[in-house]
């Protein structure tokens, strides 16, 4: 008998779930599914640069299954961006962690909430720059 899979930890949804080359019509276009955990699973390594030990903390799966989430979903971006594909963000097994919005700016490490479902705010109140993160309350402590 085959385990049941465990729902990953995710902690946003953005609103935006679909990428595809610019000047091909969407009827000439081949398409790859990437899973919403392994966009969060892309978030983690890639964005907020964390072990994949951290990273499988955060969402509920052991190092080793990040590493496989993670993988796979570096191969599925990598087919899209090589061979011209538009990717098809959904699904997965995941469950989304209902968190705190805190942003942080890496400009002037201004540290500031957002209500939920405002949207990703569009730059930092203190120094106006757009260059910033989403941040769990735990990952503050952290440096």
């Known amino acids: ?5 465990k729902d990953r930890m995710v902690a946003f ?4 779930s679909y990428f595809k080359p610019r000047g091909i019509p969407m009827m000439k ?36 299954t990040f ?11 990598a087919d899209a961006l090589i061979n011209g594909k538009a990717i098809n963000v959904g699904g997965g097994n995941y469950r989304i962690v209902d968190q705190d919005r805190i942003f942080r700016c890496k400009n002037c490490r201004h540290v500031w909430e ?11 109140p203190a120094c106006k720059k757009d260059d910033f993160h989403r941040f769990l309350k735990d990952e503050l402590a952290a440096p």
């Open 1 to 5: 008998m085959v385990r049941p899979r």
């Open 13 to 16: 949804n953005p609103e935006i």
């Open 29 to 64: 276009l081949d398409e790859v599914h990437l899973t919403v955990d392994e966009r969060e699973a892309i978030r983690l390594s890639d964005l907020q640069g964390m072990s994949h030990e951290d990273a499988g903390r955060r969402m509920g799966v052991s190092r080793a």
């Open 67 to 77: 590493g496989r989430i993670i993988q796979h979903a570096r191969q599925v971006v």
């Open 114 to 124: 957002e209500a939920k479902g405002t949207g990703r705010p569009h730059h930092c």
